[in-house]
């Protein structure tokens, strides 16, 4: 062995291990590193040496897990290698080790409370990962932004005009390459039917900016974005394989989209479906108009920043283009400006932080009371071991040598914790990705993305070992503080192990205020689920079939056009079997937006453009306030006769009649919508109506406009109330529709209840994130009071020997145990009142108005709590007033 | 009536003892050449473990001139390593079902 000298990894392999296992296993696995570490540039490109160091290491961890450890009996070691730190760490292993083997129990609570704990931070963060920070998968999507045109004065961002897109990309240096797309549905003729596509027209550039070019032909050339020649499309994977059966060879072949003819080019790499939801893309062209049309709002604009370009940097040229563009047209661009934001936080929706913070918070507290507990134990644990410690004192052993080897336990437990952990957060996040319906899955950006990555597996380790570092400090330099004398006479009486008491005390005290505050959050957001899906919507739900009717937008250019199939429409799908009523809208409520209008109201002051009033905006046909049963309280309903070329009227909801004229009658006032110059006469006043945007809350004041004199542009939401099942209507609908015009497709068609649980989905599945964070902090607390009681109940076996014995009652020894636990619940539910009450506002001001606080939930929470509380306390009392006082005394 | 204890091969031990069958080698080798197989951080204890077995027997390199560097162990199979992976062939053969039966 006098040869073998080089490496640390070897020197502590050396002292580690036994000869059989160091000759056999381990020094080949250093000779092949040293070897390769040698020879690693000219002949082994494929392996790197910091892959290899952790395969020795690997190879290590094994032997140490199967017990290849040296015999310290067996081989004298030199001196200096047995004061080695090196030495002592392997030396504090094998002692831990061996400890927790004698202690499973123990061993397998710290690990799973800690595992439960930091499996759901990981689950959360693997989530917040996947759908906030790293939304889209794109190559160097870090250097990705997107461009929008803003209105300086009210600081609303709008989509861009050809004309100031072209000049954009003219003029910008900062940003290496520059697109655009605009959305694009087109309804694709299939040999059976008819279908809506949802789609984007793509300037060049679009994929090969993205990075994800197409897996089967080609993208778009520079002659594919010729005007009028632009007839090539781009479909998605799911479309390839739902139409044409991942045909290979269906470059070149043609297909139908809104009635003229397009021929594939290329099928997207597998998962591309960007924008959200895309599956077929075209060419995107100007025309000699279009490239001077600066008002024309249609284009999303995407960059690559140049290197290291800063976003910031970029925003400084934006700006400085909007301003000569501003000077140059004044006309159409003055006070308009540019707004570069990264790709990831672009799109983001506006409740997306709120409801992520709202977990995070949750996973946090989950955490903190798992910390709690395993304080707890330790601290227990740490009495129990005093007199080991003071032993190993008088033997020699240093105050810092004693804490290194407590905290190497928690160390150590932290690491098989959070292996524990990795495998429950993976386990949950590939369960979520796969029990979310495709349809909804489809249209949250990086849902397909959930999973545990690289990075997280580095984290959660890091995480368990700074816990277990924390954790275990505290009653590692509190088993070594107390003199070795008291302990070894007094048993650990002493002032310390009243200290430790009262530390246990606070410790379960913060479990319960935190369980309080956790199960509180949960039980709110439970509420705010059901609220927003059963209370009344200001409609009957229950009979309602919902569809969306989408019109090819070069064949119903004229609102004329649009008038007249609305017209058949609703004459066809009146006639029926089994219907009551139809209807058609712009927006019907669970449609998943809402669109709004500013307001100017006759005989008061204009206010400033950006503090004009808003209100939802709602186009729908005549009937359809009583299709919906939504209650006309004054005035009269939209007729038949409320035409284009009759009076402009308008209906308004209570809530905006209670905004605007409170305790008035407004039939007949006035009112103007957005930039139109016509008066719009009020005749009538509806009850309010939920939209089910969960994530705006209650947006109930609205304006409605009859269709005919206002027809929306392409989408219209049909409603159908019918007799028998609704669903059994969509047949029916579809044929009505295809005598109109077979090339109108009917999407989207479910019943409006089914459309209301699908859009309360996000919140629902909060609820039930929040529930399982609950019932975990739940069950940790209850483990964390009966453990402390089982320990004090274990302490006092003497006392209570002694008061059995003197005449003391099972009833008063069960009085004096639940009453610690009765005190310590009080002050934790408390404190924890005050918790709830702060996370209770700090959730309804997170989601809108949705989440309430609730009085009778706090009160629920807090009486489940006590209960459970005092039942985790009753068990170990119980136990203690069966002792046979006799038997107790002798012990001691 | 005793049996014979029939010896246990695992995947990973027919793979080593099938690619010691041309030659003696070391243990990065037989990663390398195990097409992804046998993995690095495990190679080794399993050698160990099949030493220990009888299945391979391994002796040291010549140390070479430098004095620091571990000389490598190569490894090679033993009669009754080669016996029981032909033992495992045949039977593996015997078992597989032609397609179509």
Redesign the interface.
Known sequence: MK????TWL?RFAESAFDRA?LE?????????L???A?THSSRRQGLTVP??Y??V???LL??MV?RRFRDPDQHQLPTELRSSTLMSIVSDLRYTIRSLKRQPGFAATVAVTLALGLGVNATVLGMVDALVLRPFQFRDYQRLVVVWETQRQTGDRTPVPPATFLDWQKHISSVQQLTAWQGWTPTASWPSEAERLQGARVSQGFFEILGRLPSVGRSFAERDHDHGNNRSVIIGGGLWKRRFAENPTIVGTEILLDGEAYTVVGVASAGFEFPTGAEIWMPLAFGPREQLDRKTKTLTVLGKLNGEQALTEAQTEFDLISRRLEQDHPDTNRDRGALVRTLSTAFRDDGVLGFFGVLQAGAGLVLLVACANLAGLLLARASERQREVAVRSALGASRGRIVRQLITETVVLGVIASGLALIIAQVTLDFMRTSVPPEIARHVEGWNNLRLDGRLRLLIPMLAIGVGLVVGLVPALGATRESLTSTLNDEGAGTASVKRHRMRQFLVVTEIALALGLLVAAGLSIQGGMRLVRQPGGFEPRGLLTFDVSLPENRYRSEHVRREFADSFLAKVSAIGGTDAVALANVVPAAGWSPSVALDIEDRPVPDPARRPVAGFRSVSAGFFSAMEIPVQRGRAFSIFDREDTQPVAIVSASLVDRFWPGVDPIGRRLRLDDSRDWLTIVGVVGDVRMYNWWDGVDAAAVYRPLRQHPPSDVLNGIVRTTADPAAATAAVRHALRSIDPLVPVDNSRTMTRAITDMTFGLSFLASLMAVCGGIALFLSALGIYSMMTYVVSRRTREFGLRIALGASATDVLRLTLKQAATLTAAGVGIGLVLALLLGYLMASALYGVVAMDLWTVAAVAAMLASISLGAAYLPAQRAVRLDPAATLRDR | MAHARIPSLSTKERIILELLASGAR???QLVDESGGQL????V??T??RM?QKGLVE?HVEP?TPK???????MYRPTAYGRRVLGAWTSVARRLALEPGQ
Do not use: F, N
């Not at chain 1, 296993?25 to 000779?31: D, M, Q, S, T």
């Not at chain 2, 993995?39 to 495990?42: A, D, F, N, P, S």
């Open positions: 040869d073998m000298k080089g070897r296992t056999r296993v381990i020094l080949p696995a250093l000779a092949d040293q070897h390769e040698g892959r290899a952790i395969a290491w690997k190879t094994i032997c199967t | 070391y243990g990065l993995k690095r951080g495990t080794y204890v050698l160990g030493e391994s140390a004095s620091d560097v571990i000389p490598r162990r």
